[in-house]
């Protein structure tokens, strides 16, 4: 581990005091040129007791802007201090999480895993543009059935036709026959460039899609790609509950990833993680940012620097054994929930390294989903109803749903 480790809540606050201490000082310095300040002392508690043992919060009430990326080089010199938490938090999940080599990665705290993803096809869309002299519509984004909406969304967005793989409907695997069918129909339409993006655990089943089976079938259909991965749900939960180094950066055939620190990390929304290897944000370069000091390689512009802070405290705080006994507990109470459902013959998906259990709709009653908030896969036509076992989800919250099942199984 090269930077992560865990820290005392001194050790955290005094390097949060720190970085903010080198930031730009509104009340200290007079700046007349940026059209930002700290947070409106009329609304906002800004009494020094009260924030001097809230890093966070006073991230906020301070209120850096972390426009840009800042693992590129030159960035804002105002909010200097607080982009090398930053910098670090990118470097922690690219390299002591994800496996990358030294200083190898570029990446930044984006709105969520939707600008992520969408980040990474605007580059590949890019780069295929430029390097390869491919038009628009010679450019697709393939991903499976079980994906995220944020795929269409940026096909939609980026006037990129999204070609969606089928799954089976147990295993929720990518079905490779059709998807080399998939390749041959997209090829006779002139498409020659594929933007892949693959899944480490689905939104509804946790699922994990093989890169294995894009790459094969690609390298088959002689086509041009590249690969971006779907951690958004599962980025901090899969690299610590197995031992696949599949979806890491030791694998040549992935380029960038997304996580979401605001879904499993319980990080306040807006922490998406975004991360690249080195040399390729420059396809998401706009030159015309001449203002933005370093200028802008990603899609959101202006954006807190509190959110970086708030993810590099939470994993800090853990360190690399808390937050895999973190996950270990999480997947622990997860089998014992499957346990139960198969003891009841509920049918249900699991993949063995996720948190995540989705049970055929059939085989639950309408007034459960509403008790204990089921989550459908439709909510017109709901085939599968799933369960998120997160930290408020214990085994103590669990059993209450399991016996309603079985009194209702009973009386059937
Ligand atoms: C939640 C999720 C997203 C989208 O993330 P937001 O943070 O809601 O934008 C993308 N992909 C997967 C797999 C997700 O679970």
């Given at each position: 581990m090269r930077y992560w480790r865990k820290l005392t809540g001194d050790e955290i606050r005094e390097r949060v005091f720190g970085a903010l201490n080198r930031n730009i000082n509104y009340k200290e310095r007079t700046t007349l040129g940026i059209p930002a300040s700290h947070l409106d002392e009329n609304v906002f508690n800004q009494d020094a007791t009260y924030l001097k043992d809230a890093p966070f919060l006073s991230a906020m009430v301070r209120n850096p802007n972390h426009i840009?990326?800042?693992?590129?080089g030159d960035s804002e010199q105002f909010f200097a201090g607080t982009q090398q938490v930053e910098r670090e938090l990118i470097a922690l999940v690219a390299e002591d999480i994800l496996k990358g080599k030294p200083d190898a990665h570029d990446g930044y705290v984006a709105s969520g895993g939707t600008e992520a993803n969408m980040q990474a096809i605007w580059i590949y869309r890019n780069f295929f543009i430029r390097e390869?002299?491919?038009?628009?519509?010679e450019i697709a984004i393939l991903c499976s059935a079980d994906s995220h909406y944020s795929m269409p969304k940026a096909g939609n967005i980026m006037n990129l036709p999204v070609i969606s793989v089928p799954v089976d409907d147990?295993?929720?695997?990518?079905?490779a026959e059709i998807l080399d069918q998939k390749l041959e129909d997209a090829k006779a339409s002139g498409i020659r460039c594929f933007i892949v993006v693959s899944n480490m655990m689905t939104t509804m089943f946790g699922s994990v899609d093989r890169v294995e089976t894009y790459v094969a079938a690609l390298k088959k259909a002689g086509v041009e790609y590249k690969i971006h991965i779907d951690g958004a749900y599962g980025g901090f939960v899969y690299p610590f509950s197995t031992t696949d180094e599949d979806l890491t950066f030791l694998n040549p055939e992935i380029t960038s990833f997304t996580l979401d620190a605001h879904k499993m990390v319980q990080a306040p929304f807006g922490t998406g993680i975004f991360l690249i290897r080195k040399g390729w944000m420059k396809y998401a370069a706009t030159e015309e940012a001449q203002y933005v000091q370093g200028m802008d390689t990603t899609i959101i512009g202006s954006r807190s620097g509190a959110n970086a802070i708030a993810v590099w405290m939470i994993l800090q705080t853990y360190g690399p054994h808390g937050w895999f006994e973190k996950v270990h507990i999480l997947n622990y109470r997860t089998e014992w929930l499957c346990n139960q459902l198969e003891e009841l013959h509920v049918p249900f998906y699991r993949?063995?390294?996720?948190?995540l259990v989705a049970m055929r709709a059939a085989s639950i009653p309408t007034a459960l989903v509403e008790k204990y908030g089921l989550v459908p896969d439709s909510h017109s036509k709901p085939k599968w109803y799933k369960i998120v076992v997160m930290e408020h989800v214990t085994v103590d919250h669990l059993m209450p749903f399991v016996e309603d099942l079985q009194a209702h199984l009973a009386g059937k």
């Open positions: 840009g990326c800042h693992t590129l390869s002299g491919a038009k628009n519509n147990t295993a929720r695997e990518i079905q993949n063995p390294s996720s948190n």
